[in-house]
Nanobody
Framework: QVRLVESGGGSVQAGGSLRLICTASGYTYGSNCIGWFRQAPGKEREAVATIYTAGGNTYYADSVKGRFTISQDNAKNTVYLQMNSLKPEDTAMYYC?????????????????WGQGTQVTVSS
């Protein structure tokens, strides 16, 4: 059973930083796609960033390019989302998602495993 646990959310002022952590268990950390998604109240869920664990290829939504960085620590089965220069519009519940044994990894990839989410609130 694949399990994803997010942590690192919180409340910050605009311009601040947070680092989200997604710890995965239950599958072999090989050719997998790990993604961060977010959903604000009244809005659709959107892909923020993805990383292909086998090659390190990444994808970023235009709204976060240059501010967010996704990275991985294969030894710890962990993926990070470093969020800098946060804006009030980044306020949302952030979810970690994973798909194992895949060769396609991007914002529109299919993800079968999801975490419970961690709240990020950015005040102006």
């Amino acid at each position: 059973q694949v399990r994803l646990v997010e942590s690192g959310g919180g409340s910050v002022q605009a311009g601040g930083s947070l680092r989200l952590i997604c710890t995965a268990s239950g599958y072999t950390y090989g050719s997998n796609c790990i993604g961060w998604f977010r959903q604000a109240p009244g809005k659709e869920r959107e892909a923020v960033a993805t990383i292909y664990t086998a090659g390190g290829n990444t994808y970023y939504a235009d709204s976060v390019k240059g501010r967010f960085t996704i990275s991985q620590d294969n030894a710890k089965n962990t993926v990070y989302l470093q969020m800098n220069s946060l804006k009030p519009e980044d306020t949302a519940m952030y979810y970690c998602a994973a798909e194992s044994g895949t060769t396609y990894c991007s914002g529109d990839a299919d993800f079968n495993y999801w975490g419970q989410g961690t709240q990020v609130t950015v005040s102006s």
